[in-house]
């Protein structure tokens, strides 16, 4: 079980993937044309969990955010699988994760910051 706090962050993240994102321009993005045309475990609650996991624990990799979900997120999506499944099911959605965060980087991107300008750090690391 998850705090309330952490509860209502996680229901918030799947509305925002759900309803904001999905409906919008998501669906086109993760369509898809087999026999598992309606999974049990939607793409928008693969998203939510690997968003949630990420910002909410900072856990990074793939197998941490499987292994969390499947512990502590299992009440709230008991249909998570396998982990292989999930980080197949993850991998398929890259490119939803390009439409789904590059609006957010834009809306949260600091006022001071030049998009014609970038820094380069050109010193090599030298080991000893």
């Not at 904001?20 to 369509?31: G, M, S, W």
């Not at 049990?40 to 998203?47: A, F, P, S, W």
């Not at 990420?54 to 999506?77: D, G, P």
Request: aromatic share 14%.
């Amino acid at each position: 079980m998850i705090p309330q706090a952490k509860a209502i962050k996680l229901i918030e993240i799947y509305f925002y993937v759900c309803k904001k994102r999905y409906d919008e321009d998501l669906k086109y993005c993760c369509k898809r044309y087999s026999n598992n045309e309606n999974p049990v475990l939607t793409d928008q609650e693969i998203m939510t969990i690997y968003l949630y996991v990420m910002h909410e624990e900072q856990r990074y990799k793939v197998k941490q955010i499987h292994r969390f979900a499947n512990e502590y997120l299992h009440s709230w999506f008991p249909n998570l699988g396998s982990y292989a499944a999930f980080n197949n099911r993850l991998n398929r959605l890259s490119e939803a994760f390009k439409l789904l965060v590059t609006p957010m980087l834009e809306k949260f991107r600091p006022k001071d910051c030049c998009l014609d300008q970038s820094l380069l750090d050109s010193m090599p690391i030298i080991p000893k």
